[in-house]
């Protein structure tokens, strides 16, 4: 089965950066779009941005476009989200989902995701 193992949460000062790691293993990795999620308290899980399983294509929500950049290392099996300019409305668990050839336009929907890791904490202070 697939496993995704989600790092680089923390807190940081609004204005400041973060870099979010996704390990996944167990399956071919270059099968899978990856998505990234976010889930503040009170509010229902957001998408945030998307990859193609080839790496061509990428989707963002409005609210980050500009801000994050998502990339993924075939050979490192790995997803990033490269997080910058950070906004106290950022502040949520985001979490890295993989889903078998999810077609770009589809990236934003949940259930379109098979897999799912932990999350992991992102804190942006005012």
């Known amino acids: 089965q697939v496993q995704l193992i989600e790092s680089g949460g923390g807190l940081v000062q609004a204005g400041g950066s973060l870099r979010l790691s996704c390990a996944f293993s167990g399956r071919t990795f270059s099968n899978y779009a990856m998505g990234w999620f976010r889930q503040a308290p009170g509010k229902e899980r957001e998408f945030v941005s998307g990859i193609s399983y080839g790496g061509g294509s990428t989707l963002y929500a409005d609210s980050v476009k500009g801000r994050f950049t998502i990339s993924r290392d075939n050979a490192k099996t790995t997803v990033y989200l490269q997080m910058n300019s950070l906004k106290p409305e950022d502040t949520a668990v985001y979490y890295c989902?993989?889903?078998?050839?999810?077609?770009?336009?589809?990236?934003?929907?949940?259930?379109?995701?098979?897999?799912w890791g932990q999350g992991t904490q992102v804190t942006v202070s005012s």
């Open positions: 989902a993989a889903g078998v050839k999810v077609p770009t336009a589809f990236m934003k929907i949940l259930r379109q995701y098979e897999y």
